[in-house]
């Protein structure tokens, strides 16, 4: 059966205003729900469907069904930068704190815990999406993995 913490959270964003997108989720054995299964490279980290920049919405009601037709199938859920208004930033090592502290104090916002690091979640307007050491910077029509998708190591995305 779906996970329906999952599935409110993807309604709850969507209430914010934040655009939202299904993802594959991972089965019992932690195993990628698309065709790729165990062999996929991004286990439970990317959109069901191609066309995912166009077809991403907040309406409560889209997101919603999104997650019932899902037939008991799995299923995480990414939040759409940009259309947001959010840039999220991304570290996932000490290098990248490094990066982050040289960048300067940044706004209190929300964070979210990841396996190897975390997502600060600031405003988006006028960010571009961007590499820096051990930081990625996602924008426009980047997305993330929000909480409480399920990871490949069977912990969840969380708000801190």
């Not at 990414?78 to 960048?103: F, H, K, N, Q, Y």
Request: proline share 8%; with cysteine; charged share 25%.
């Amino acid at each position: 059966m779906p996970d329906d913490e999952i599935a409110e959270a993807a309604v709850e964003y969507a209430r914010r205003g934040w655009y939202v997108i299904p993802l594959h989720g991972l089965d019992q054995d932690h195993v990628c729900t698309c065709r790729d299964g165990a062999q996929c490279d991004s286990p439970g980290k990317h959109p069901l469907w191609t066309g995912w920049e166009r077809k991403c919405s907040n309406d409560p009601g889209t997101v919603q069904g999104w997650y019932r037709g899902r037939d008991g199938k799995p299923t995480n859920v990414g939040i759409v930068c940009g259309p947001s208004g959010l840039a999220v930033i991304d570290v996932d090592s000490a290098e990248g704190e490094r990066t982050l502290a040289g960048l300067g104090p940044l706004p209190a916002c929300p964070i979210v815990v990841t396996r190897r690091g975390r997502h600060l979640y600031v405003s988006g307007d006028g960010v571009v999406a961007c590499k820096l050491r051990g930081v990625d910077i996602k924008a426009g029509n980047g997305f993330v993995v929000a909480p409480p998708s399920v990871r490949v190591d069977g912990e969840r995305y969380r708000w801190a």
